[in-house]
């Protein structure tokens, strides 16, 4: 008789099931192509992009797409492909840096109320529910309109009209995990109420922050958009894909390529988000609400 | 539940508190002094000291700002710098047009979300619902600035079938098309990934099951069961996307010209006209906050199994 090996129990760290799960979903492993290649994009714009996007050649405005210009040129010459490779730049640094801020302030909120409840939770969380009933997109446009194109202030305002979702994500998952058991075996060894949220309770709760960051860089990314288009973000000459949408609106009638191609960046771009977002969502935890 | 929705009109009053401090701080959020930003530096110095007493500025914060807030209860939102008429009766005068586009572009949402939405559930997992889900997650993915001017491209540059801006009246329904549809569309793809996801989680519920088994037809099943109950959340969710309407309606009444509230502040604050700028942030936003209001009420009836604590 053939003696049976004993089977080997494979460990395997949560990361790789959620990884597994998600490599399966091949819509969310487009979504992650996308993001990686925006990435990429904006980072290596100065290898990439096929001219200076500030070069101006006045012999050849407004050319259709062809073969020395692959998305043609502007009113005043400039290669509009690599004016879309270099407005990648701008929509990552506002968006990334606006999420960040958006993520740290909620964090450290929905933290605090979860975990101390009480005062301190309801302090947190009236605040939260007056910022959660602003227009907070209209809030964004005027106040970007007041303060006029700006990088700092714009990723603030970004930042900070997002803060109310993270907070309340963060402080739904605290509340879920605090109870348990192991939470209560760390107190139990003396640990102290910083370290408990730092090392136990915020780990568990990464999970949630991804997804909540992900899907909300497509939203960060719109809006920055929106009021580049509306000459409240960042002003011409740098190229946005915002801006240059608004520059070509006066040649609608005979060179939409100004308009479509920077357009197709923007959807790409929030479509990757978006798919990457729910795919991360359906592998992390699909009960997820967000 | 009156003690809900009691509590729910109190709690307007810290959200009023706020609007009111957020609108009066927009004239010190502008870079440098406001009063130099609006005369220029052609302006004399009484010009300049006129202005400052015109804007209030020549008193403490405090004081402006409680004769502001005093101002606003008495429906007094301050007055245009460069129009000279009290802020209020230009948005009023706008009010229609903002109304017309806003009610046309839900209606065109709601009523294309609802059906999709359901066909997708129904048929879960074939070509249509693929193709629908593939729709909606492109139509949340797009800006509307961009789909509003590629819809002027295509339907007026091109095939000229409807006008590219301007407003026609209440009846003038040519004009409002497009906005409509550049508006809603957002609207109208999250909507029916709401409706789809909720359908089918309705659809695995037990009085589903015990309404087949009764022997009822499956349509009669779906409207009648699944489609009520599956409603709920995407009423609700409408209110929580009205946040996004508001400031997409503002771009879209820009790039199509047309004449509402939106279009109202943009101007304003391209001309720092800081007075006509704050009422209209000051109308829209309370505007907002009753809307919800109202919506968050609303909900107790459409939904007696909640409770409120």
């Known amino acids: ?290 | 539940m009156f003690r809900y929705i009691l509590r729910r009109i109190l709690q307007i009053i810290p959200v009023f508190i706020a609007v009111t401090i957020i609108t009066f701080s927009l004239l010190y959020m502008a870079p440098g002094d406001p009063v130099m930003l609006i005369i220029g530096e052609y302006g004399t110095h009484e010009q300049y000291l006129e202005l400052r007493r015109q804007m209030g500025l020549d008193r403490p914060p405090y004081v402006q700002y409680i004769e502001y807030l005093l101002g606003v209860l008495h429906g007094d939102l301050g007055t245009s710098l460069f129009i000279k008429r009290p802020a209020l009766d230009l948005i009023l005068e706008r009010l229609p047009a903002t109304l017309m586009l806003a009610f046309a572009a839900i209606l065109f949402a709601v009523s294309l979300a609802i059906p999709l939405g359901i066909i997708s559930a129904v048929k879960q997992n074939t070509i249509i619902d693929y193709i629908c889900e593939f729709g909606a997650i492109f139509g949340v993915s797009m800006p509307e600035f961009w789909f509003g001017t590629m819809l002027i491209f295509l339907f007026s540059v091109r095939f000229g079938l409807f006008p590219p801006s301007g407003w026609g009246g209440l009846l003038g329904l040519q004009y409002v098309v497009l906005p409509a549809i550049a508006l809603g569309t957002r609207l109208m793809a999250s909507e029916a990934r709401l409706t789809r996801s909720s359908m089918l989680e309705v659809l695995r519920e037990d009085y589903v099951r015990t309404a087949r088994s009764k022997g009822l037809s499956e349509w009669y099943v779906i409207f009648k069961h699944a489609f009520r109950n599956a409603l709920i959340p995407v009423v609700t969710s409408i209110g929580m996307q009205l946040s996004s309407i508001v400031g997409g309606a503002l771009i879209i009444e820009v790039i199509f010209a047309w004449p509402g509230i939106g279009r109202l502040t943009f101007q304003a604050i391209q001309m720092y006209d800081f007075p006509l700028v704050q009422g209209c942030f000051m109308f829209i936003t309370l505007t907002f906050v009753l809307m919800n209001l109202i919506i968050d009420i609303l909900y107790t009836y459409i939904d007696p199994r909640i409770k409120y604590k």
């Open chain 1, 1 to 290: 008789m053939q003696e049976s090996k004993p089977k080997q129990v494979k460990r395997q760290s949560e990361f790789a099931i959620i990884w597994r799960r998600f490599k399966r979903n091949k819509i969310a492993m487009a979504g992650m192509i996308i993001v990686v290649a925006y990435y990429f994009i904006a980072i290596l714009a100065p290898i990439l992009a096929p001219y200076d996007p500030q070069e101006i050649d006045l012999l050849n405005p407004l050319s259709p797409p062809g073969k020395d210009h692959l998305l043609g040129t502007d009113p005043i010459g400039r290669d509009v492909l690599s004016r879309i490779i270099y407005g990648a730049r701008i929509s990552l640094l506002v968006g990334t840096l606006a999420v960040l801020l958006g993520v740290t302030i909620g964090i450290l909120a929905g933290l605090v109320a979860g975990y101390y409840g009480g005062n301190i939770d309801d302090v947190i969380m009236r605040i939260n529910d007056v910022m959660w009933s602003f227009p907070v997109t209209l809030l964004a446009i005027v106040v970007a309109g007041i303060v006029g194109p700006n990088v700092s202030y714009l990723i603030f305002i970004i930042g900070i009209i997002m803060v109310p979702r993270y907070t309340r994500v963060i402080r739904g998952t605290v509340l879920s995990i605090k109870e348990r058991d192991y939470i209560l075996a760390a107190r139990a060894l003396g640990c102290g109420n910083l370290r408990i949220l730092f090392r136990q309770i915020l780990p568990n709760a990464i999970g949630p922050i991804i997804v909540v960051a992900t899907m909300s860089m497509a939203g960060a990314i719109l809006t920055e958009s929106g009021l580049s288009f509306l000459g409240f973000g960042i002003a011409p000459p740098t190229p946005t894909w915002g801006n240059m949408i608004a520059s070509g609106r006066q040649y609608i009638r005979t060179c939409p390529h100004l308009i479509i191609y920077p357009g197709i960046a923007i959807t790409l771009t929030v479509l990757g988000f978006n798919l990457f977002g729910d795919g991360l969502r359906d592998a992390i935890d699909p009960r997820l609400k967000i």
